[in-house]
């Protein structure tokens, strides 16, 4: 079992900047990909991004692509979601997910990953 924790949502401008984090904890020894998604009221859930276990490869939603980066630090069990350049559109809540991946890549869609965080809220005013 693994468990995942965000951290970091809030409220900003639009043209703004935020930092989540997520936090695993449990049987964090194996290699997982990691994945960010969304979700506004009213809409689906949606991939923000996704990177691999050992960071070789990422993938972002056409939405995010230049403004927003995923980054992970193994040590730390930590994966990151750095946006900037925010827009209102962004304003969701977001979830960080993960699923044991050893042999590498990027899950894209939610019902590859089998652990999920509680999701923290972004709000991006005009």
């Known amino acids: 079992q693994v468990q995942l924790v965000e951290s970091g949502g809030g409220l900003v401008q639009a043209g703004g900047s935020l930092r989540l984090s997520c936090a695993a904890s449990?049987?964090?020894?194996?290699?997982?990909?990691m994945g960010w998604f969304r979700q506004a009221p009213g809409k689906d859930r949606e991939l923000v991004g996704g990177?691999?276990?050992?960071?070789?490869?990422?993938h972002y939603a056409d939405s995010v692509k230049g403004r927003f980066t995923i980054s992970r630090d193994n040590r730390k069990n930590t994966v990151y979601l750095q946006m900037n350049s925010l827009k209102p559109e962004d304003t969701a809540v977001y979830y960080c997910?993960?699923?044991?991946?050893?042999?590498?890549?990027?899950?894209?869609?939610?019902?590859?990953?089998?652990?999920w965080g509680q999701g923290t809220q972004v709000t991006v005013s005009s």
């Open positions: 990177i691999s276990w050992n960071a070789v490869s990422t």
């Open positions: 997910a993960a699923d044991r991946r050893p042999y590498g890549g990027v899950l894209l869609t939610s019902n590859e990953y089998g652990y």
């Open positions: 449990g049987r964090t020894g194996s290699s997982y990909a």
